[in-house]
């Protein structure tokens, strides 16, 4: 429905004999674009404490085989992930396990060690969703997608990516979280949870994936509410700004609105464009200041970061379609000519 619901995971929910069963709890937003609302559906999404997966289950989504829907991934306590393709033909997802343990490029069973916490997002920029996956030990590893868009491959590039640790000096363990995400100026920047509770903010990853990214803050937000945090960013309220959710190990959810702009890198003199309608249906018309340049270009992202879409910008008013795409958050980002400009589009 364009809305973005919420999955929330667990370590376990307790039980009598003490079996601790990891669960996800499906939060289905019934709210509207500008006004959230969350109605709890059920405490075990597709049943999964019965897949054998065990404790700490942690859930990634994305579309990994080109079919449209988002297919999901589970990492488990003990380092591993699991692979369930989404088989609806509908738009709500029905999920069938297609791969426990699942194997990199060169077919070893991917495992981190232990607490995998994975996230799909185009890191490198070639259209395809690559892997992030955080561990116990507090760092965060990067399987590059090395295969097709309907076939994913995952070659390990960095096990410490950036060079991060969430670890504390005085702590051996730090269970990183990871979230990369688009800023405002369509550049990549991370958030990282970690076992100490709070949120680790790394900038520089533009153009340095091998190198040592940024520390611009390690305690985002001065947010903390808990060990074992984790966090996620959705704009929830089509302002144009990313909100953000955090979880923690004793089960608590966070929900902070974010009344300011996450990660500009500086002042510009006006917005060289407007959007109508926002949220869109068939398309977008982008109306600009004056006439665009030679060269410039329209270019449409995901909220992993993937391009979807791209078109040239000629004249002052340039219709984008949207009706082949799927229904949520996007970032449109206006490159070439003297400036740039970024807005966040929503398909509904």
């Known amino acids: 429905d364009g809305l973005m619901d919420l999955i929330i995971a667990d370590h376990g929910y307790y ?107 185009d890191v490198d920029g070639d259209g395809l969703l690559d892997l992030l996956v955080g561990e116990r030990n507090g760092n965060v590893n990067y399987y590059r997608n090395q295969g097709t868009q309907a076939l994913p491959s995952w070659n390990l590039e960095e096990d410490t990516l950036g060079g991060l640790t969430v670890t504390e000096y005085w702590n051996i363990t730090g269970h990183a979280v990871p979230f990369m995400f688009l800023n405002q100026d369509g550049e990549r920047e991370m958030l990282v949870g970690s076992e100490s509770g709070a949120i680790h903010h790394w900038t520089g990853i533009e153009g340095n994936l091998t190198g040592p990214f940024t520390l611009a803050d390690s305690t985002f937000g001065d947010i903390d509410e808990g060990m074992r945090s984790a966090v996620a960013l ?32 500086g002042e510009v003199d006006s917005d060289p464009l407007r959007l109508f309608p926002n949220p869109a249906d068939e398309g977008v018309d982008v109306v600009l200041d004056r006439p665009a340049e030679h060269g410039s270009r329209l270019q449409l992202f995901s909220s992993q970061g993937r391009l979807v879409l791209e078109v040239p910008a000629r004249g002052q008013r340039i219709r984008v379609g949207t009706s082949q795409l799927a229904n949520g958050i996007y970032l449109l980002r206006m490159t070439g000519g003297p400036w740039e400009a970024v807005h966040l589009v929503v398909q509904h």
Request: proline share 4%; charged share 15%; net charge negative.
């Open 15 to 121: 039980q009598a004999g003490g079996n601790y069963p990891s669960k996800f709890l499906l939060l289905e937003n019934t709210g509207t674009v500008n006004s959230p609302a969350f109605t709890v559906v059920t405490d075990d999404y597709h049943d999964l404490s019965t897949s054998g997966i065990g404790q700490s289950m942690y859930p990634a989504f994305g579309d990994i085989d080109g079919d449209g829907d988002q297919d999901m991934y589970i990492g488990d306590q003990q380092g591993r992930l699991h692979h369930f393709e989404n088989i609806s033909t509908t738009p709500v997802a029905e999920f069938q396990l297609a791969q426990p343990n699942v194997t990199d490029a060169n077919s070893v069973v991917i495992d981190v060690g232990q607490f995998a916490t994975p996230q799909f997002f």
């Open 234 to 265: 959705h704009d929830f309220h089509g302002t144009g700004d990313l909100d953000l959710v955090t979880g923690n190990y004793r089960g608590g959810i966070g929900f902070w609105r974010n009344d300011f702009s996450v990660g500009i890198a």
